[in-house]
């Protein structure tokens, strides 16, 4: 199966699904913002490749905006070279509006993400021929208040649905992909590759770029690269 047919079957599995409190909307990028995530697939998930790069789900400012995983807005636009418009989802809430790659607001995590990968790479072809990047869930949550809820924070049976199509998307992208490491972005999304792949493939992690993260905030590049030296993985520079 392809990237995009499992991206199509996840999106219509997702489609039914409905949240009670504490989560007020639910963003799928996935779906209305389709026209750049199969631009992302189509450039850059082709072939086999080297790692794989796992997170935990769309960032309000990321993602959300753009389909592309850790899709910081000027990433997207100006260094991966993407275009595509991108739809309003069914429910928006009034302090996460969508306005594609006309977002203003920056996301930090995908800033660091994408600038670790152009200092170390310089271009996003070369990046691609060894890395590609998803996340384990492509939903946003989004409380009453407007805050970010992240799916390790939300109820377990109402989260379990969720998990059962993100698990074999998960493995729908390592069949296609056959990556010979899965990295976790941070430590919920190496727990869930480990939890659905097993032994099937090396898992390791990287930090999370997160503002949240004192260390992230110290400098997060270095830490990056350290975490690939561990597991033997030559970056380039």
Not at 30 to 39: G, I, K, Q, R, V
Not at 111 to 119: E, M, Q
Request: charged share 20%.
């Amino acid at each position: 199966m392809s990237l995009l047919e499992a991206t199509e079957a996840a999106v219509e599995a997702l489609r039914p699904l409905r949240f009670g409190p504490p989560v007020a909307c639910v963003y799928n990028p996935l779906d209305y913002a389709s026209e750049l995530h199969h631009a992302w697939l189509d450039r850059f998930g082709r072939g086999h490749k080297e790692v794989l790069l796992v997170g935990m789900n769309p960032g309000p400012f990321g993602m959300v905006q753009t389909g592309v995983p850790f899709g910081e807005v000027a990433a997207v636009r100006d260094w991966l070279g993407l275009r595509g418009s991108v739809r309003q989802p069914a429910h928006v809430h009034d302090k996460r509006p969508v306005s594609g790659l006309g977002c203003t607001r920056s996301e930090v995590s995908g800033k660091r993400l994408w600038g670790w990968a152009r200092s170390r790479f310089g271009t996003p072809e070369r990046f691609a021929e060894r890395f590609f990047v998803t996340n384990y869930c492509p939903l946003a949550f989004v409380a009453d208040s407007g805050a970010n809820l992240t799916p390790d924070k939300l109820p377990k049976a109402e989260m379990a649905p969720v998990f059962a199509i993100c698990d074999r998307l998960l493995r729908q992208v390592v069949a296609a992909l056959r990556p010979q490491l899965v990295v976790g972005v941070g430590a919920w999304a190496e727990q869930r590759a480990r939890a659905v792949l097993g032994d099937g493939v090396a898992i390791g992690r990287i930090p999370h770029p997160s503002p949240a993260s004192p260390a992230a905030n110290r400098g997060w590049e270095p830490l990056v690269d350290a975490a690939f030296a561990q597991m033997g993985v030559a970056i380039n520079r």
